[in-house]
């Protein structure tokens, strides 16, 4: 199962700078992650699935190349691997 693109608030000052710029609020469907591992960094990145219509115009422009992943068929649905590097902990 995918999640599904979303459209960000548009009240308020965000939907202010949102009209005055001509742009769209749209985001493109992502999983948000939180790694983690003894004696690493913290690592929370947001992953995205190819062919979505905003990952060329991210309202918060976040969709790069690296962080779009590659569903594979896999029994009835979809699967997904993907590497993630640590930093080691900062003293």
């Known amino acids: 199962m995918r999640p599904a693109p979303y459209q960000i608030p548009t009240d308020g000052a965000c939907g202010k700078l ?4 001509g742009w769209h609020a749209w985001r493109p469907a992502h999983l948000h992650v939180k790694v983690s ?4 960094e913290l690592l ?8 979505d219509e905003h990952n060329d115009d991210d309202i918060a422009s976040a969709v790069k190349p690296e962080l779009v992943l590659d569903p594979r068929p896999s029994g009835d ?6 590497g993630f590097v ?3 902990e900062r003293p």
């Open 18 to 21: 949102i009209a005055a710029a």
């Open 37 to 40: 591992a003894p004696g690493h």
């Open 44 to 51: 929370a990145a947001q992953l995205y699935f190819p062919g």
């Open 77 to 82: 649905g979809e699967a997904v691997e993907y």
């Open 86 to 88: 640590l930093d080691p």
